[in-house]
């Protein structure tokens, strides 16, 4: 079964690695990073706290929007 994940967030990392470490969190699941393109004039936010690089931006500006699955480790 091919499972396909739904919806897109408000919250983005700029970080690979850190939306790889979101995506599984501290469950024992596998998660998705989901990756996309945006104008930078769309960006509301930039936050850097723990060194997250997150960015806020509406769902639908982020466009080109694909998926891969992350394995726990």
Known sequence: MKHQPSGY???W???RNIARNFATGD???NGFVYEGKAYR???IA???FRE???IVILPE???GIHFEKVNIR
Do not use: A, T
């Open 9 to 11: 967030g408000f919250s």
């Open 41 to 43: 004039k769309d960006i």
């Open 52 to 54: 997250e690089k997150e």
């Open 13 to 15: 990392s700029l970080d």
């Open 61 to 63: 500006k982020v466009k």
């Open 27 to 29: 469950s024992h699941c």
């Open 46 to 48: 930039y936050f850097d």
